[in-house]
């Protein structure tokens, strides 16, 4: 806060600032003038002590450092022998351990040495062991061992040759095969692995048994015990007589004996030879047939032995040597060290005597010269201390007088300076506060602020009732002794003045409430104080002439005088409701209150809030005590300032403790005799309250205030404060969202519209008739076409109120918007939706085609696509939802599926209502997806749909273009209220003309804009068709399906027509009261078809369209003439005849039909029949089914059998009817039921339900509006 605006709301508390000011002034005097004096008396006190204390400190010190300079001598002297005696032993005890270290490392290492010779020693005997085959055996010992094992390879072969002799298998034993001979690498080890195998493989061939068994006449013999232990018993079985089976048993047990032997004996034989034959082959290996191996191996251990012997004593003499000058070495070594440490450590021990000595002698010549440097010291700081001292005497004796004197003038220019405050204060309460009497309308109109201060009552002030106020000594007398201190309100410094009353006091305190109110009003700005009052127990009657305020905004007064409990509490929660919003939105951390930021707002001044509560605690539940104090605390930051008034003599409710509300008011209590200020400092001070003026000035005066406070309601904060520099005109870009700003949020903040980021994807608004709903979405739509390119952001705007508030978009072609529709029809409204839903799956699949998942990631991919942003904006969307039929519910599909989808994609949705209730709505769950919702004034009801079912906030707003954004789903911490800027329709019309021309500027071409106005007529000229043939430099060739332009489509697509082939039943009828738009679509009618062919002489020398028109124009209708000036204007060969001339005119037809029948020619030129008012052509009227004319077949066909006939057969021959009839009931008068069928195609204007189902067998016709129609 600045200083000037601290100084004056400073002035707002200034009666109680200066009585605490005065109170504060004695004190310090009072205060001053004993503490100087106790001042003087502590200093000199305090100086003769500390000199005391410093000389006993300078002889402790000296003593001191005497004995400390003597014990460090005789410590340092003891250190240098105690460090030399460690020093000179340490030194010893290395030299003896250098001497035992070289004995002990000589005997080591000679140790090692006698160990690495024997080591030696092993190696080599090992080694010979080796070389002998691991074997310590001696030569000749080897050598009988070789001996040994070729006798007894011999002994083996000997011993199987005995055994196959002894078996009878010693004959025909096959050669044996040449081998190669397998001898042991060693000599000494030779045959011995021959002579194992050999061993086993003669314990296997002694082991067979089946030679055994086959060995001599033991098979013979077997035989025999067989027969004979066999031969009984088989016998006595089948009888001794029948000897020839006996005999023949025998023999054929013989048979079979031969049979087994000879098998047996084969089997038995392989055995053995196989045997044989293994260990012969062993034999052969192992060479015992070869006398020489032995020999050999026997020269070879010779050899073998004496090369081991040689090597061995080789070896040993060499690890001898080696050992000896090992040895030698040692000893040599050993020497060395100990002389070097005989020649070391004896110089090192006298080095360290003579260092001890010099060490001594320094320390004797230090110590004298230490002595004498304390004492001269001594008498130095003796000196000074005493010239200290005398000094700080002087300087005490000097700063009392001047302390003294320096107080009487504080104490002087404290009271001339209240004097004068006070005179301030009462010219400047006078010049704020007039009389009543004297306040005019030019003063209640020149408010243009808060006055400074604002008088109600007067205080007496005696300086004798202030403790110490009258001083002791009279040189200090002030002059003034008694005051008239002004009282003034303590707004904003304090929020509340506190009456506590009892008895005849109530009377009197509301009395004080009333003057203090009306004391406001006049005072403040107009329309900057509005009234909260609480009377419980009066019911509204002694504040009754305030509500003269509601008669011209009851804002001023919220609405009435509060009396209920629960209307107590809910009124005290919408003040705190309105703190939260003041500290949260406006003040936060830039304001330090209230003033300072309405200094700063302009048109965003907030009001003050002023609450008057007579006779507390009555009626006051709790809950509404507790928010009472609760406004006490915070409510002068915030603009609430409170005039309250307490019955002593009641109880508090619970929980409630007057004196902690006492600490933030004024308080002033009633006497008896009259009230006093309780003031902190100064205690009870009398005053003399205000009284109000008499009941009619009274009344007045509200008045005044209230008129003028009408005429300021309305806050206009421009739109200007929101439009960037011109050169950052569509410098914004949108592919991390859309940022526009819609209003001003305080003083200082703007509140954007953000979406496209997290949950901030579609938008609601809601808002009562009145509230800046529309200005909110100009302001939109105009700021948003400002910032953003149209490559950026393009706009859909749908309006189905009935007015033009889109229309400007439309008439200025905003290159932003590709849809504008005004006052449209649901059928459009449906239209837009499906456009969306095809344009949200085309993005898909582009987006699926580049492998992006928003359009945020297709931006960044394909940079130079334009991909722009999309917003939908639909004003009074429930209209989709007024009837419960396909419309509703596709488009209430359509709706959800772009809010669902469209994050994705770059579409958003706002939608825009006065109300969200009725029953037919949005479904809960597609409003749930609108994280976005914005409130302005509306009922309870709505504020509970827009935003939560606890959030009631938008209730309490209470001016137009006020609102809340919220970004959370409508939950209350989502809450942030603002003021939508003010754009007035010429302003916002001249921004969209410099849009206009910006876009010129920057060359950008706009898509063809598509405008709908469901309030006018179809402009044939918007028909794409026709403004191309149009175009043309020559007519068009020969049409095969000729369409006629009827009207612009409800819907995003082509204009409608009918097109005319040639079959039967291709006529059109127009039904409907509507004469002029009748009179437009034939008119339309004919042109269009006129431009699709050729006229006479265009067409290669062929015949061209021909029209002819029956014109039934009323002749005093406004429209006499106009189908004359249209034909003459058509260069086709056209005939045009009243109801007079119909039937000759239809003759001709019916002429030209039946010739074409005779013919049968099928490229016949078109003839379109155009029937204006069919009902006036009585010729043409049906005939009736039982007439007498038609038993005469001589007589020619009537005006209406022609007619019957051309509707019947003319469309399959190119001729065609366009009739218009103003009602079903003239048409059935006209045409039969066969004739009716020939109209197979129809345009229905406005008519009755039942006409319409008639005619299309649908009610849509009752439906239509004035400028609709259905084909």
């Known amino acids: 806060m600045s200083d000037t605006s601290t100084t004056e709301t400073a002035r707002y508390d200034k009666s109680s600032q200066l009585l605490a000011e005065l109170c504060l002034l004695v004190g310090e005097r009072a205060a001053a003038e004993e503490a100087i004096k106790q001042q003087f008396v502590a200093a000199s006190q305090k100086a003769e002590q500390g000199y005391q204390k410093q000389r006993r400190e300078l002889e402790s010190w000296y003593q001191h450092e005497k004995q400390t300079a003597q014990q460090e001598y005789l410590s340092l002297r003891e250190k240098t022998l105690a460090d030399f005696q460690s020093q000179y032993e340490a030194t010893s005890r290395q030299y003896q351990a250098e001497l035992a270290a070289a004995q002990q490392g000589f005997d080591s290492q000679r140790e090692a040495a006698k160990a690495a010779y024997e080591e030696a020693r092993w190696e080599i005997t090992a080694m010979s062991e080796a070389a002998r085959g691991g074997s310590n055996l001696e030569l000749k010992d080897i050598l009988a061992a070789l001996d040994a094992r070729w006798e007894e390879l011999h002994e083996i072969h000997r011993r199987a040759t005995e055994l196959l002799q002894r078996w009878g298998q010693w004959y025909d034993i096959p050669s044996p095969e040449p081998v190669q001979v397998l001898l042991e690498q060693h000599p000494a080890h030779r045959f011995e692995r021959a002579l194992e195998t050999a061993r086993k493989q003669m314990l296997s061939l002694s082991g067979l048994m089946l030679p055994r068994l086959t060995q001599g006449m033991r098979p013979l013999l077997a035989l025999t015990a067989s027969v004979a232990i066999l031969i009984y018993p088989v016998g006595s079985a089948i009888g001794w007589e029948n000897w020839p089976w006996l005999a023949g048993g025998v023999v054929a047990v013989l048979a079979i004996y031969l049979v087994v032997v000879s098998w047996l004996n084969r089997l038995a034989r392989r055995q053995a030879i196989d045997g044989y034959v293994a260990l012969r082959r062993t034999l052969l290996e192992a060479g015992f047939d070869r006398p020489a191996l032995l020999q050999n191996a026997r020269s070879q251990c010779e050899k073998l032995y004496q090369g081991i012997y040689e090597r061995q004593n080789t070896e040993s003499q060499r690890a001898l040597e080696k050992f000896t000058s090992t040895m030698k070495r040692l000893k040599r070594q050993y020497s060395e060290r100990v002389q070097q440490a005989e020649s070391t450590f004896p110089a090192r021990l006298a080095a ?369 404060c929101t439009v960037p520099p011109p050169q950052q005109w569509w410098d914004a870009e949108s592919t991390a969202g859309i940022d526009v700003p819609l209003g001003r949020v305080g003083a200082m903040k703007l509140q954007n519209l953000d979406l496209g980021k997290g949950t901030s994807q579609h938008v609601l ?327 699709q062919h050729p006229a006479d002489g265009n067409c290669g020398g062929a015949a061209g369209a021909r029209f002819y028109v029956l014109d039934g124009t009323r002749p005093d209708a406004p429209e006499v003439g106009y189908l004359n000036r249209l034909v003459a204007a058509v260069p086709h060969e056209t005939k045009i005849s009243g109801p007079r001339g119909a039937a000759a005119l239809v003759g001709e037809i019916a002429a030209e039909l039946e010739r074409r029948q005779t013919t049968g020619q099928e490229s016949e030129f078109p003839l379109y029949l155009f029937i204006y008012n069919l009902g006036r052509f009585r010729d043409l009227r049906k005939e009736e089914s039982f007439g007498f004319s038609g038993f005469d077949e001589s007589q020619p066909a009537s005006p209406a059998a022609q007619f019957s006939k051309i509707l019947r057969d003319g469309p399959a021959h190119g001729i065609h009817t366009i009739a218009w009839c103003d009602t079903y009931v003239n048409l059935q008068r006209m045409v039969d039921r066969q004739g009716l069928q020939d109209f197979e195609m129809r345009v229905l204007f406005q008519m009755n339900a039942t006409d319409s189902r008639c005619l299309m067998d649908a009610p849509d016709g009752s439906r239509l509006g004035v400028c609709r129609a259905v084909f």
């Open 765 to 1091: 608004v809601a808002g009562k008739t009145g509230s800046g709903k529309s200005t909110l979405l100009h302001v939109l739509i105009t700021n948003l076409a400002i910032r953003y390119s149209p490559d950026e952001v393009e706009l859909y705007l749908v309006d189905f109120k009935k007015g033009v508030e889109f229309k400007a978009y439309s008439r200025y072609q905003l290159p932003h918007a590709r849809v504008v529709a005004i006052e449209s029809e649901r059928e459009f409204g449906l239209s837009v939706l499906q456009r969306l839903d095809g344009e949200l799956r085309q993005r898909g699949d582009l987006f699926r085609k580049h492998g992006v998942q928003d359009i945020r990631a297709f931006r960044a991919a394909q940079p130079q696509a334009r991909m722009p942003r999309i917003l939908l904006i639909i004003d009074e969307f429930q209209e989709f939802f007024v009837e419960d039929d396909r419309i509703a519910q596709e488009a209430a599909l359509l709706l959800d599926r772009l809010v669902r989808q469209g994050r994705a994609f770059g579409i958003h949705v706002l939608l825009g209502s006065q109300t969200l209730g009725g029953a037919y709505t949005l479904a809960r769950s597609t409003i749930g997806q609108m994280a976005v919702r914005i409130a302005l004034q509306c009922s309870e009801s709505d504020a509970h749909l827009i935003l939560s079912e606890d959030n009631t906030a938008a209730r309490l707003l209470t001016r137009p273009g006020e609102a809340i954004y919220n970004d959370a789903n409508g939950l209350y911490e989502g809450n942030h209220p603002f003021q939508v800027v003010w754009l007035p329709d010429h302003e916002r019309d001249d921004y969209l003309q410099r849009i206009a021309q910006l876009a010129q500027q920057r060359g950008f071409q706009a898509p063809k804009q598509i405008v709908f106005e469901g309030n006018a007529l179809a402009d044939l000229r918007e028909d794409p068709m026709l403004e191309e043939l149009l175009s043309q430099p020559a007519w068009p060739a020969a049409c095969t399906t000729p369409q006629a332009f009827l009207g612009a489509a409800v819907a995003i697509k082509e204009p409608t027509a009918a097109g005319f082939v040639r079959h039967n039943g291709s006529n059109l009828l127009v039904v409907g009261h509507r004469d002029e738009s009748a009179l437009g679509v034939l008119a339309a009618s004919l042109l269009s078809l006129a431009l």
């Open 352 to 720: 360290l005597e003579a260092q001890r000595d010099r060490a001594l002698e320094e320390l004797d010549g230090q110590y004298p010269r230490r002595i004498e440097q304390i004492e001269q010291s001594y008498r130095t700081r003796s000196q000074e201390l005493a010239a200290r001292y005398e000094q700080a005497r002087q300087e005490n004796q000097q700063r009392y007088d001047r302390q003294w004197q320096e107080m009487a003038e504080r104490w002087q220019r404290g009271t001339e300076r209240f004097d004068q405050q006070v005179a301030a204060l009462r010219e400047a309460c006078q010049s704020c506060c007039p009389g009543w009497e004297a306040i005019e309308e030019q003063h209640l109109a020149a408010r243009r602020e808060l006055p400074p201060a604002i008088q109600f009552a007067q205080a007496s002030i005696r300086l004798a009732d202030i403790p110490g106020g009258l001083p002791e000594d009279q040189r200090l007398m002030p002059p003034q002794q008694q005051y008239t201190l002004p009282l003034v309100l303590p707004f904003p410094q304090r929020s509340l003045v506190l009456f506590k009353v009892d008895g005849p006091g109530r009377s009197k305190a509301i009395e004080a409430m009333q003057a203090v109110m009306l004391r406001l009003l006049v005072s403040a700005p107009p329309g900057r104080i509005r009234l909260t009052v609480i009377d419980p127990v009066g019911l509204g009657e002694d504040f009754s002439t305030f509500m003269h305020l509601a008669d011209y905004d009851e804002q001023l007064i919220a609405s009435r005088i509060w009396t209920e409990s629960s209307h107590i509490e809910q009124r005290l929660a919408d003040i705190t409701k309105h703190m939260e919003d003041v500290i949260q939105v406006y003040l936060r951390k830039e304001f330090s209150s209230i003033a300072e930021y309405n200094a700063f707002a302009g048109e965003m001044a907030e009001p003050y809030r002023v609450l008057a509560v007579a006779n507390f605690p009555t009626n006051f539940s709790e809950a509404a005590a507790s928010r009472l104090k609760s406004i006490v605390a915070s409510g002068a930051r915030c603009g609430v300032f409170a005039l309250v008034s307490v019955d002593a003599n009641m109880p508090m409710p619970p929980h409630f403790h007057l004196p902690d509300v006492e600490q933030e008011a004024l308080v002033l209590r009633w006497t008896g005799e009259g009230f006093v200020w309780e003031h902190p400092l100064y205690g009870a001070a009398p005053v003399s309250l205000e009284q109000p003026p008499p009941t009619e000035r009274f009344r007045q005066l509200v008045r005044a205030v209230a008129s003028q406070a009408k005429d300021v309601g309305r806050v206009e904060v421009p739109f200007s």
